[in-house]
């Protein structure tokens, strides 16, 4: 998985510097898989423009070639809620959440459909490098089933919902067993 990034130009730089570009074409050279979140689907590509410098000085860095898609950045924030299907027609609810426009031959078979029918991020012609702007798809437990069938590895052992539920509810009990809440609430009218 290479996740999205605040900085993704930058982060590019660094991953390459690191010499992770080498080991994710290795992975994919012996059969692996890639799934690149909003800027990291924006690194899977050809090439990343920014002609406004929103994130340093104006221009284009090359990006890691396994898509054919190419990025321009705008200083427009796409943020709104996502609901669809995955290719494999797994549903899905997250959110998008990303800067600039992403195009290219690969867009052409997207990673989802949007409940409007919109198509949504991009795959490689072999399938193993899938891109999305949609956040969120592993909290939704249907979309890690789907994963989960997708490498083989059996059903999901735990519900996100469930295990946030309760999270909370061991952070309520020790709030409430350790702070004078009354308190609180009287001092803050």
């Known amino acids: 998985i290479l996740p999205g990034s605040k900085a993704t130009i ?14 994710i074409a ?10 690149g979140l909003c800027g990291g689907y924006q690194m899977l590509g050809r090439a990343i423009h920014d ?17 054919d898609v190419e990025t321009t950045l705008s ?6 809620p996502a609901t669809g299907a995955t ?11 990303h800067m600039g426009i992403t195009q290219g031959s690969d867009a052409a ?13 991009a795959m490689s012609a072999d399938g ?5 702007y949609v956040h969120g798809l592993f909290a939704d437990d249907r979309q890690r089933a789907a994963w989960l069938a997708r490498f083989d590895a059996g059903p999901a052992q735990i519900s996100y919902e469930s ?9 309520a009990a020790h709030l409430e067993a350790h702070i004078d809440v009354e308190r609180l609430l009287t001092l803050s009218r």
């Open 163 to 171: 295990s946030v539920d309760a999270i909370l509810d061991r952070l």
């Open 51 to 67: 002609p406004d410098g929103i994130e340093g000085a104006a221009g284009t860095a090359p990006g890691l070639g396994l898509l």
């Open 10 to 23: 930058a982060d590019l730089k660094a991953l390459r510097d690191a010499g992770f570009d080498i080991d």
């Open 75 to 80: 200083g427009d924030k796409r943020l709104e």
């Open 87 to 97: 290719f494999d027609g797994a549903p899905f609810s997250g959110y998008e959440m």
């Open 26 to 35: 290795a992975h994919l050279r012996r059969g692996g898989m890639v799934l």
């Open 128 to 132: 193993r490098v899938v891109c999305t």
């Open 109 to 121: 078979r997207p990673f989802a459909r949007l409940a409007g029918g919109a198509a949504e991020g």
